[in-house]
């Protein structure tokens, strides 16, 4: 008796899938992601919102690409033009880790130690799970060290990113206060100008900081005039603080 033959078609959801990314490209997960990415670097509001779109699109995108290509591989190689490979990191990864960096640098960050631990636990929990569902590279693929290092970098700066931004941004309690003063300022000039408040140090911060501020604050706050300091312990245990100049 013969075996009846396996149908390999995809199923009807891989099928629509497919249909929307021509050439195999997720075209539209690319500029989705670039889009929401430029948004939250250049105006992040509706704050909340748009930060949680940025942090589940990489995730987002793993789980389509799993279901379009079925190795490690494609989350580099994901565009193949007249049989050359074209190198590119999936842009639904780079993308948001690069935005959620720079969003970073609005928090001031009282423990890179805790930063580096917890962010490394989340880098490689993702790590593990995208082995997971990716497996890993095949052995006869030659280029198998030149694709790790490419990818993985991407992963650690989402991951490492990402956990600092939770930490800070959906951080609801209620901050410590600390007061300090205004022991200077000064003002640049080409390229990098600026203003800056030279603010003293205090409990948990022993040394002096320069804090960038606007001109107006810059010409109506004076040497010696009382800054207060809110410190919050952060969602994920990463301490942080502000200055609280108004």
């Not at 050439?23 to 992040?44: A, D, E, H």
């Not at 490690?72 to 990864?93: C, H, M, P, R, T």
């Not at 200077?184 to 900081?209: A, C, E, Q």
């Amino acid at each position: 008796m013969a075996k009846k033959k396996k149908n390999n078609s995809d199923s009807w959801f891989i099928s629509f899938l497919k249909s929307l990314l021509p050439s195999g490209k997720p075209k539209w997960l690319s500029w989705v992601s670039i889009l929401f990415s430029l948004w939250l670097i250049l105006y992040p509001e509706p704050r909340e919102p748009l930060f949680v779109a940025v942090l589940i699109l990489p995730l987002f995108g793993l789980i389509i690409n799993r279901f379009l290509f079925t190795n490690f591989e494609s989350l580099l190689l994901i565009k193949v033009d007249s049989g050359k490979e074209s190198f590119s990191i999936a842009n639904f990864i780079l993308f948001p880790g690069i935005a959620l960096i720079i969003r970073c640098f609005a928090y001031d960050c009282a423990s890179f130690l805790k930063v580096f631990e917890i962010g490394t636990i989340g880098f490689i929990l993702l790590l593990a799970v995208i082995f997971a569902i990716y497996g890993f590279i095949k052995k006869d693929n030659t280029d198998k060290l030149g694709i790790y290092l490419f990818i993985i970098p991407a992963i650690a700066l989402y991951s490492y990113s990402a956990i600092y931004v939770i930490n800070c941004e959906f951080d609801n309690s209620k901050p410590l206060i600390f007061n300090t003063k205004a022991i200077g300022k000064y003002s640049t000039t080409g390229k990098n100008s600026g203003y800056y408040i030279t603010v003293n140090g205090w409990k948990n911060h022993k040394d002096s900081v320069d804090v960038k501020v606007s001109s107006s604050k810059y010409y109506s706050l004076k040497i010696g005039q009382q800054i207060k300091v809110e410190y919050w312990n952060g969602l994920l245990a990463i301490p942080w603080y502000d200055y609280d100049l108004d």
